[in-house]
């Protein structure tokens, strides 16, 4: 049993801010903070003061808010990696005297590498890991969805990028419109990244069933075993199955150059089940070169789209050099758009119905 004190009752703790990566946590479990522990783990519970807002100044909350952060805020974050080429590579590692913001949807550790333009991370004071009434540290693992393995009769179109903020987001989230808007009962999942709240909402915000990887227990999935990620992404393209979803559009997280990203494209069971791809770039050149490094794991998507299609030009250069079309976010949300490219991509079970939707 884990040394550790009563969990604080003043009303300093009762306005502590709940991160949003910490959502599932049930927090009537929580009973005592436990001593900080070089043994912690990615995921687990930690209790902190804002010593300093810096570069994160706001806290992305369990409720789905913003929350401006001051110094002296308590805050409940998790323990986590963090790969962000934009803005900070961060390590799951425990500082005594002073933390890391690795990012403001509830992620702390200790900073490796920065983007130049990034300020000085916000400063955490850790007060301790959150334990339940075994004296256990809580992690958030423990309130995963349960495990289920990804139905054969669910189609899963998948969308990688070339980078961070080349436009995956959009991208997946106006596939998945389209797709609903043409007759088909379609998920949103994020299978990869840094637990934020920014894509998940877009889902939301077009009316799309959503989860991600910290409904299966992750805060985030950098330096996460390639089996795990493998587990959660099965698991919830499974729950999305039995919600009803006959096709599941899967964001997957960065550029493709990424290591779990290229793991993922390496012959994994992610990729494996995908049944067709959408590829965000920021630019022709990226595009090319984001379509001949999928084209070494031997695949090649249905089409692009992102920052790209924003530009006449660049997606004129993009559709010459590649032979594939280049989707704007209208487009893609037009099912007399997408039904024509994605059909030959559905399986059975949800094909009949966007063919009679088309």
């Given at each position: 049993?884990?040394?550790?004190?009563?969990?604080?009752?003043?009303?300093?703790?009762?306005?502590?801010?709940?991160?949003?990566?910490?959502?599932?946590?049930?927090?009537?479990?929580?009973?005592?903070?436990?001593?900080?522990?070089?043994?912690?783990?990615?995921?687990?519970?930690?209790?902190?003061?804002?010593?300093?807002?810096?570069?994160?100044?706001?806290?992305?909350?369990?409720?789905?808010?913003?929350?401006?952060?001051?110094?002296?805020?308590?805050?409940?974050?998790?323990?986590?990696?963090?790969?962000?080429?934009?803005?900070?590579?961060?390590?799951?590692?425990?500082?005594?005297?002073?933390?890391?913001?690795?990012?403001?949807?509830?992620?702390?550790?200790?900073?490796?590498?920065?983007?130049?333009?990034?300020?000085?991370?916000?400063?955490?004071?850790?007060?301790?890991?959150?334990?339940?009434?075994?004296?256990?540290?809580?992690?958030?693992?423990?309130?995963?969805?349960?495990?289920?393995?990804?139905?054969?009769?669910?189609?899963?179109?998948?969308?990688?990028?070339?980078?961070?903020?080349?436009?995956?987001?959009?991208?997946a989230v106006s596939l998945a419109?389209?797709?609903?808007?043409?007759?088909?009962?379609?998920?949103?999942?994020?299978?990869?990244?840094?637990?934020?709240?920014?894509?998940?909402?877009?889902?939301?915000?077009?009316?799309?069933?959503?989860?991600?990887?910290?409904?299966?227990?992750?805060?985030?999935?950098?330096?996460?075993?390639?089996?795990?990620?493998?587990?959660?992404?099965?698991?919830?393209?499974?729950?999305?199955?039995?919600?009803?979803?006959?096709?599941?559009?899967?964001?997957?997280?960065?550029?493709?150059?990424?290591?779990?990203?290229?793991?993922?494209?390496?012959?994994?069971?992610?990729?494996?089940?995908?049944?067709?791809?959408l590829f965000a770039a920021p630019?022709?050149?990226?595009?090319?070169?984001?379509?001949?490094?999928?084209?070494?794991?031997?695949?090649?998507?249905?089409?692009?789209?992102?920052?790209?299609?924003?530009?006449?030009?660049?997606?004129?250069?993009?559709?010459?050099?590649?032979?594939?079309?280049?989707?704007?976010?209208?487009?893609?949300?037009?099912?007399?758009?997408?039904?024509?490219?994605?059909?030959?991509?559905?399986?059975?079970?949800?094909?009949?119905?966007?063919?009679?939707?088309?």
């Amino acid at each position: 049993m884990t040394s550790m004190t009563p969990f604080p009752s003043d009303r300093s703790h009762a306005m502590a801010k709940w991160a949003f990566t910490t959502r599932r946590v049930r927090r009537q479990d929580v009973h005592g903070v436990a001593p900080l522990s070089s043994e912690a783990q990615s995921g687990d519970l930690l209790l902190c003061r804002i010593r300093a807002v810096n570069q994160h100044r706001r806290i992305q909350l369990a409720s789905g808010r913003h929350s401006e952060g001051y110094p002296g805020d308590q805050v409940v974050l998790c323990l986590g990696d963090r790969y962000a080429p934009d803005q900070f590579m961060g390590r799951a590692a425990i500082a005594a005297d002073s933390m890391d913001l690795l990012a403001g949807g509830g992620v702390a550790g200790l900073v490796e590498a920065a983007h130049r333009r990034m300020s000085r991370p916000t400063e955490l004071e850790p007060l301790g890991l959150l334990t339940d009434r075994q004296g256990q540290v809580i992690n958030i693992a423990s309130y995963a969805l349960p495990t289920m393995t990804a139905p054969s009769d669910i189609t899963v179109l998948g969308v990688f990028g070339a980078s961070m903020n080349g436009g995956k987001t959009t991208a997946a989230v106006s596939l998945a419109h389209g797709l609903q808007a043409a007759g088909l009962r379609v998920a949103g999942i994020k299978a990869t990244g840094t637990g934020a709240f920014g894509d998940y909402n877009a889902f939301a915000d077009a009316s799309i069933a959503v989860s991600d990887f910290t409904d299966a227990g992750m805060a985030s999935t950098y330096r996460m075993p390639l089996e795990r990620i493998e587990k959660g992404f099965a698991t919830l393209v499974g729950h999305a199955a039995r919600e009803g979803a006959q096709v599941a559009v899967v964001e997957i997280a960065d550029g493709v150059l990424q290591q779990e990203t290229a793991a993922i494209l390496n012959g994994s069971s992610i990729v494996q089940r995908l049944d067709g791809m959408l590829f965000a770039a920021p630019d022709a050149l990226s595009a090319v070169g984001g379509i001949n490094v999928l084209a070494q794991s031997g695949h090649r998507p249905f089409a692009l789209s992102g920052m790209l299609s924003l530009s006449a030009l660049g997606a004129r250069e993009a559709e010459s050099a590649t032979g594939l079309p280049v989707l704007t976010r209208e487009q893609l949300w037009a099912p007399e758009t997408i039904m024509p490219l994605v059909q030959g991509y559905l399986r059975k079970s949800s094909a009949v119905t966007g063919t009679a939707a088309a």
